[in-house]
């Protein structure tokens, strides 16, 4: 179990950056950490590849002109906008250029302590083909975590990434108890996102918090950013397909939507603790009838099934 206090409050910025306009989607970033850091979030996450945009005609220039190393100027002001602030910040994936491997990039997510020092770099291992990615940045080729003071250890799974299963169960077994989940998640795969994530967060015992970009001037993104819990549910959720925010114009749409809650970080896992030792436990079940396994329904809240 991890070492969080309680309780955390978690904000999320959801917004859809415009492409090739870096400068400007700092601005945006950077105004949207404070909004939230003021609404009392100790823990904030961006989404996906917010700095250049998500346009796969385009990222390729997009991607090259914001690229950066890590340990650069724009990891430098990300530090600092932590630590003015006191949050734990995702921030979101940034285009990582390595001076050691001229001419690569990587899709990478920074996680900076609220003291600004860089607790994670985590390069995407799963490039998603159909926006073109790999023919734009390297893969990475490892997952790891980081103990936090807001959310204990966490790990972080970039879009497509949380896709595969092995994903989950490689972060669960490494301990992470939170899983930051920037993305860039389209519209068209929206059963993917409901379905995978929740099943992922249930199976681990884990929560998941996803920022992802908004659909919001027809990026064609889902949004539906969210926190779900070890036990499956969403906790909170941001609009989907860029629909505006209850009382805003439509044309504020751009806007980040802000998403706030606050969650039983380390309770909840515990609640859950004795369901998913029963779930990952290695197991031979029987051809017959599955009642026929007499450990079926111990220690866990699903009745066992009744025997015919």
Known sequence: ??????????????????????????????????????????????????????????LARDAAAAAQPVGGPLTGRLSQLAARHRVLLCAGTVVESDPRDAGRLYNTALV?????????????????PPGGEHLVFTAGDRFATAETAQLGRVACAICYDGDFPETARTLAA????????????????ESWWDTLYPAHALTGGQWWISANQSG??????LGGSRIIAPD????????????????NRADDAAEPELLVARIDVAGERGRVADDVALLSAPRRLPCGPYAADSRAGEGSRRPAVPPE
């Open 1 to 58: 179990m991890t070492g969080a206090g309680s309780a955390a409050t978690v904000g999320i910025a959801q917004w859809a950056p415009r492409p090739g306009e870096s400068a400007h989607n700092e601005a945006v970033a950077a105004r949207a950490v404070g909004e939230l850091a003021a609404r009392g979030c100790t823990a904030v996450v961006l989404p996906e590849l917010w700095i250049c945009g998500y346009r796969p005609a385009t």
């Open 112 to 128: 900076f302590g609220a003291d600004g020092a860089l607790l994670l770099a985590q390069r995407k291992t799963h490039l998603y």
């Open 174 to 189: 490494a301990g992470a108890g939170v899983v930051l989940a920037p993305a860039a998640y389209e519209a068209a795969a």
């Open 216 to 221: 919001a001037g027809g990026s064609g993104m």
């Open 232 to 247: 499956g549910r969403t906790v909170a959720a941001a609009s989907r397909h860029g629909a505006a925010p209850s009382g």
